[in-house]
């Protein structure tokens, strides 16, 4: 079995949306990213990435290429996924924790869970999306962006 972790970072900028877990969630701003800055799927990806010893996502979907420019992060996930099962492996299990404290994230997980198990060609009860508030600390506690940590547990298919 491999194990991989992801982190990944965004700030809040112009816009009427999030994309977190494939889901648009309506909010007061958008995401400053080169993608749709699905932070949770990117978290997910480095992890995947990572248990494969293959880098990390800017690696495989470079910013500097304008051919991601706001791209769905979900082509990504399904990439990870492509190359997760030409090395052997399928997936164990993974967890992504989101942390913010706008937008509220618990009435999306359910669809979030079936976006990532469906990319990743797995059942949902392998899927786990929670979220925390960082109790008004930090960046995402003063409403600047979100964060996402990603684990994934690979093992041979």
């Known amino acids: ?4 972790q992801g982190v990944d970072i965004h700030a809040f900028g112009p816009g009427d ?4 877990g494939g889901v648009r969630i ?8 080169h993608s749709d800055g699905d932070v949770a799927l990117h978290a997910l990806c480095d992890a995947i ?10 690696r495989h979907f470079p910013p500097s290429d304008d051919r991601w420019r706001d791209a769905d992060s979900r082509v990504f996930l399904r990439h990870c996924a492509a190359l997760m099962r030409e090395q052997g492996f399928t997936l164990g299990n993974a967890d992504i924790s989101i942390v913010c404290e706008v937008p ?4 999306h997980t359910a669809a979030m ?5 469906a990319d ?4 949902t009860g392998k899927i786990s999306v929670k979220a925390t508030t960082s109790e008004k600390l930090g960046f995402t506690g003063r409403g600047e962006g979100i964060a996402a940590f990603a684990i994934a547990l690979l093992i041979v298919a």
Do not use: E, F, T
């Open 1 to 4: 079995m491999r194990i991989g």
């Open 17 to 20: 949306h999030v994309m977190i």
């Open 26 to 33: 309506a909010h007061s701003h958008g995401l400053v990213a």
């Open 49 to 58: 990435l990572g248990a494969l010893a293959l880098g990390d996502i800017g």
């Open 104 to 107: 509220k994230i618990a009435p």
């Open 113 to 117: 869970r079936a976006n990532l198990a």
């Open 120 to 123: 990743l060609g797995c059942d």
